[in-house]
């Protein structure tokens, strides 16, 4: 009987998993060929990037995106969570379209694919070990306080040291994040008991991995990209 609870536990692990990085990939689908759109057209880069006020309210959009799925995640119907999800990574390829014209190409496939590969060990790991990240999880929260509070600060101070310094520490948070939050999610779909509360869960979850990668190729970039001419 053991054995039959266990297999079944894993049968849905794995259904939960293939939903979750089935909706992760296509919000990183939507995301980087939004951010190539807009960064191809002269005019929507003015549009949405060229006043302070429209970038603040596409932030605000996705703030508010976030908060909806993370905080009303049970009131919400799948094609309600799923709309917002995909609505986010919209939002977010506008925000993040500046970086192709920043960066150059080379760097933003470079930064992808060092982000990519690195994000797939720290999910294999998180998936698979048997330690508990619990206390992992809880230092790269702390870590991650650190870094927006020092990312403000900078603002103001302009240091090229506080600067590589975030950067690294950025990425050292966020291979530690995913790991964590993997594990997270692998315990998360042991509790799954209907199909719909799992799919909700699934989207979840992609959020939660969506953030992780997306932040692992920021830092990833400051540190390896090369700027463009115009920059």
């Not at 980087?32 to 596409?58: K, N």
Request: no cysteine; glycine share 8%; aromatic share 14%.
């Amino acid at each position: 009987m053991a054995k039959i609870t266990s297999n079944a536990v894993a049968n849905v692990q794995r259904t939960f998993f293939n939903q979750v990085f089935s909706w992760m990939t296509l919000g990183l689908l939507t995301t980087g060929a939004t951010s190539m759109y807009v960064a191809s057209s002269q005019s929507l880069i003015r549009f949405f990037l060229g006043s302070p006020f429209m970038l603040f309210g596409l932030i605000i959009l996705e703030l508010f995106a976030v908060s909806i799925i993370v905080a009303r995640l049970d009131k919400l119907s799948v094609a309600q969570a799923s709309l917002i999800f995909l609505g986010y990574s919209l939002l977010n390829g506008i925000t993040l379209s500046g970086l192709f014209i920043m960066y150059t190409g080379a760097s933003v496939s470079l930064a992808f694919f060092i982000t990519a590969a690195t994000f797939g060990a720290m999910t294999f790991y998180g998936y698979t070990t048997e330690s508990d990240l619990s206390s992992l999880g809880k230092l790269v929260f702390m870590g991650l306080i650190g870094i927006i509070i020092a990312s403000v600060i900078n603002i103001f101070l302009q240091s090229a040291v506080f600067y590589w310094l975030i950067s690294y520490a950025g990425v050292a948070v966020f291979i530690g994040l995913t790991a964590w939050d993997v594990q997270k999610l692998k315990r998360i779909s042991e509790n799954i008991t209907d199909e719909e509360g799992g799919k909700k869960l699934a989207i979840y979850g992609a959020l939660t991995l969506y953030l992780d990668f997306i932040n692992l190729f920021l830092f990833i970039l400051r540190i390896v990209g090369n700027r463009s001419r115009d920059f």
